[in-house]
């Protein structure tokens, strides 16, 4: 009694109510799988809650917080409509908790009701289609041995993948990118409270427990897979495949079906994406709220699976040349085919999610309305075969597997009314003429009803009561109802049942007869349908493979078709893959144009054998930071296979893009804004080879100009002796001198320029040029941005006064350096040269002693 009570954090000293009982032995139940769910236990029209998860779920759902009392106890009690299920699980699943649903299995009656968990929900095992939204939803284990395992699984699609990774950084990146709702961690992690605080720190999703043992584990694969694949090679591999294959089993109450095999990949297989790339390209996340994201302005797709199949490709852009050369020739094909191209894609408009369709239908949880969806979209089928017909590449690959399964779509349409009812049982679901007791059954019902149509004309005519009506409720079933003025002519034979102002209420021995009989024949057909359905959706789950081998088919034929649309519609070009070198001519940032409404000033780019390293000056607001994103986006567009914004482009396969752009901190961490810019320049100093895309944006801004400078100027001799790719934008002006002294450095500015008559005003061109720029134009761009005008004067007269100390302190330092006794005469006059250009540019020249 003391441990109910505490549970449900009551007062009083009685036993338990039998129902208050009944919710405390469910509840330890769920907690032994879900420690910490809150189960939401039917009782007649609501939801309840009851002692600590009450408090918590009326906090969490901002309810009205109140008591259950019987005699002897009282406990705090919360609860939500039926009807509003869905709308306050998805609350409590946004929020990161777990939720069980215990629901009524019958009436109630005299007695206490027989209860039941029929779901148990969690951010990352959701296969309902209300719960989910458009985009993957990713379960994820990690576990640890020789380095780190990681296992996916969206149990929505049954896409089940596994990887290695030496690193933890490594395997930050992967779980970035594939955002996974809920992550189970191996003790080791989970554990170490160092580990698990800087995993929280980065990935702030719920954290649940799960059985990592390696028996446990391989039980599980055999018992999904049949074997524990031989690309688990490792235990860390197979601890974390078999716990998220055991923990997503218990969520799904046993139904793993729609898993049929363990991708292992290869994240050395695909271009690597650090998380800070991801980030600062904004591949899937705006950095402003009303952002737009380079997905956005791809994803042209028709199909839920394209746009999942889409998000795939750019998170792993592709490394063989093959393969990135067979989807540009698929998509090419689609732009020089229009009529092809937008038959398909209206297609493909009318196409539900085939991918979710088939894990449901794999699972035997599909609902009617889902196996009619199913139908519709295999309908599709044929006509996408016949379209593709004599394609090559790619697209005779999916014309292969497109398989239209006519035999699934006859036995559906032959069973299934067109416009099923929402829910199984509520009737009129299988067609007429299906079934042969089935409609058996329904004549029989039907005879009676037209039986009870035609009573209430005989009766009239031998009661010679005009008025008299058939009718029904609830409460009485059928009845015979007679106005006052006529109850005079009531036969004996009829009984009274109920009497209103007006008018009195019979009913007869033969119509409650006939009542019972329909209600007989009524739930028998009712659970004759149940039987039929269930039998027409177990038969269908024997196609689950070819369903889903026919869904990965679709969502393929979208994304090149999408592909091909925007390249199209935006007048994109093939890019063509080289050995090594990058020419862009008249470039564009994909969503910085489609945001400007296509007022977008393009620019060439050029990178490769003698030219690897580019220096960008310039004022802020020109245009930097657009043109560096430009080149990363067109690098990774041609590795995905996409057409790109530029009149022409040549790129090479590179291994990697690498960012550091933008100004961040992470306060929860305790690291400022300078110390994860080190942090992350860190990794791409370690991480960069001769093949990578380095893209570094006023490196060292966040410490002293000294220490920046110093940092900035390491930092770019180690990325030109690695012979990256790199593309360096910054401010500070003295690295410009550095071309003279690294060949393959060139020095580029954006153009801008001063307003004539002094007026203080800017005027930004956002075209590159070779060459340097001659000064930032910081107090300019900040009387743009609205600054006090004395401020503004002020900092221009400070500005004049530091420069000339600048330039005098140089003077000294070059001075100091010269070795008079072996200066020549010649070298002499190159020296005051340099001076002389410096004090008329601005721009200084290298002096060498």
């Known amino acids: 009694m003391r441990a109910a009570q505490s549970v449900l954090k009551g007062t009083g000293s009685g036993s338990l109510p039998p129902m208050l009982d009944q919710y405390v032995r469910m509840r330890d139940e769920v907690a032994q799988q879900l420690p910490h769910a809150i189960l939401l236990f039917q009782v007649g029209d609501f939801y309840e809650t009851f002692g600590e998860d009450a408090e918590r779920t009326a906090r969490l759902l901002s309810l009205a917080l109140t008591h259950k009392t019987s005699k002897d106890f009282s406990t705090p009690m919360a609860g939500i409509p039926v009807r509003a299920l869905d709308q306050n699980v998805e609350k409590l699943l946004a929020a990161g908790v777990c939720v069980a649903v215990a629901d009524q ?51 929505s699609t049954g896409d089940f993948r596994a990887a290695a990774f030496h690193t933890r950084v490594a395997l930050y990146d992967e779980l970035g990118r594939h955002r996974a709702r809920e992550v189970l961690l191996a003790p080791e992690l989970a554990g170490n409270p160092a580990l698990l605080s800087d995993f929280q720190g980065r990935f702030p999703v719920m954290l649940s ?34 716990a998220i294959l055991g923990y997503a089993r218990m969520a799904q109450q046993g139904q793993l079906a729609m898993v049929r095999r363990v991708v292992r990949f290869e994240p050395g297989a695909h271009m690597r994406l650090p998380e800070a790339a991801v980030r600062a390209l904004e591949l899937f996340q705006a950095q402003s709220p009303q952002g737009v994201t380079l997905m956005d302005v791809l994803c042209q797709t028709r199909t839920a699976g394209g746009r999942r199949r889409l998000r795939a490709w750019l998170r792993a852009p592709l490394l063989d040349e093959l393969s990135i050369q067979a989807r540009l020739d698929s998509v090419q094909a689609l732009t020089r085919a229009p ?77 299934m009314v067109d416009d099923p009812p929402l829910r199984l049982g509520d009737g009129g679901l299988i067609r007429d003429g299906f079934h042969a007791e089935l409609d058996e059954l329904r004549a029989g019902a039907l005879a009676h009803r037209e039986w009870l149509a035609q009573l209430e004309i005989t009766e009239r005519e031998r009661t010679g009561i005009s008025s008299l009506k058939v009718g029904f409720n609830n409460v009485f079933g059928y009845y015979l109802e007679v106005t006052g003025p006529h109850l005079s002519k009531v036969p004996p034979d009829y009984r009274q049942v109920a009497t209103l102002k007006d008018r009195a209420r019979f009913t007869r021995p033969d119509l409650r007869e006939r009542e019972r009989e329909i209600a007989r024949l009524e ?10 359905f269930t039998e027409l959706r177990d038969a269908l789950s024997a196609h689950a493979e070819a369903l889903s081998e026919a869904a990965g088919a679709l969502a393929e034929l979208d994304v090149l078709s999408a592909l091909a649309e925007l390249a199209v519609e935006s007048g994109w070009t093939r890019p063509r893959t080289t050995d090594g070198e990058t020419r862009l001519v008249q470039a564009r940032h994909p969503v910085v144009e489609r945001s400007a409404g296509g007022r977008f000033v393009p620019n060439d780019a050029q990178l490769g054998t003698g030219r690897h390293t580019l220096l960008l000056t310039g004022p802020n607001m020109a245009g930097k930071s657009t043109y560096l994103r430009t080149v990363a986006l067109c690098a990774l567009l041609h590795q995905i296979g996409s057409f790109v914004p530029a009149d022409r482009a040549e790129l090479p396969v590179y291994d990697a893009i690498h960012t550091r752009i933008g100004a961040s901190d992470d306060l929860a961490g305790g690291r400022s804004t300078f110390m994860v810019e080190m942090s992350e320049l860190a990794a791409i100093l370690h991480g960069a080879t001769h ?16 220490d920046g400078l110093a940092i900035a100027h390491a930092a770019l001799e180690h990325l030109h002796a690695t012979r990256a790719h790199t593309l360096f934008a910054t401010h500070y002006f003295e690295l410009t001198r550095l071309e003279a002294d690294f060949p393959g450095l060139v020095n580029l500015h954006v153009a801008a320029e001063e307003d004539a008559a002094g007026s203080g005003g800017l005027t930004f061109y956002h075209q590159v040029v070779p060459g340097a720029a001659r000064q930032s134009y910081g107090v300019e761009v900040a009387r743009l941005a609205g600054l006090p005008a004395p401020v503004t004067h002020r ?21 100091a350096a010269l070795d008079l006794s072996r200066l020549t005469p010649m070298q002499a006059l190159e020296v005051l040269h340099s001076w002389q250009r410096a004090a008329t540019t601005g721009v200084p020249e290298t002096v060498e002693g």
């Open 105 to 155: 299995m019958e009436e109630a009656g005299t007695g206490l009701v027989d209860r039941k968990v029929t779901q148990l929900l969690t951010p990352g095992t959701v296969t309902e289609e209300r719960h989910l939204g458009a985009d993957e939803n990713y379960l994820a284990a990690v576990a640890t041995g020789d380095g780190y395992a990681l296992a996916l699984l969206d149990v």
């Open 209 to 242: 427990p799960a059985n990592f043992a390696e028996d446990a584990s391989r039980a599980e694969l055999h018992r999904t897979l049949g074997e524990v694949p031989g690309s688990l090679n490792s235990a860390a591999l197979v601890r974390a495949c078999g």
């Open 339 to 415: 009529d092809l191209r937008g038959s398909v894609r209206s297609l493909l408009y009318r196409a539900h999610d085939l991918e979710r369709l088939a894990a449901r239908v794999a699972t035997r949880r599909a609902s009617p309305r889902e196996v009619a969806s199913l139908a519709r979209t295999l309908d599709l089928l044929p006509d996408a075969v016949t379209l593709l017909a004599g394609q090559d590449g790619l697209l005779a690959g999916v014309h292969t597997r497109l398989s239209s399964l006519p035999d699934v779509v006859t036995r559906i349409r032959a069973a």
């Open 523 to 532: 739930a028998a057909a009712s659970r004759l349908e149940i039987e039929v």
């Open 691 to 706: 093949r990578s895309l380095v893209i570094l944006d006023e490196v060292g801004r966040g410490t002293s100009t000294l």
């Open 795 to 815: 900092a221009a007269q400070l500005l004049t006064s530091l420069n000339a100390q600048g330039d005098d302190r140089r003077l000294i330092r070059e001075l």
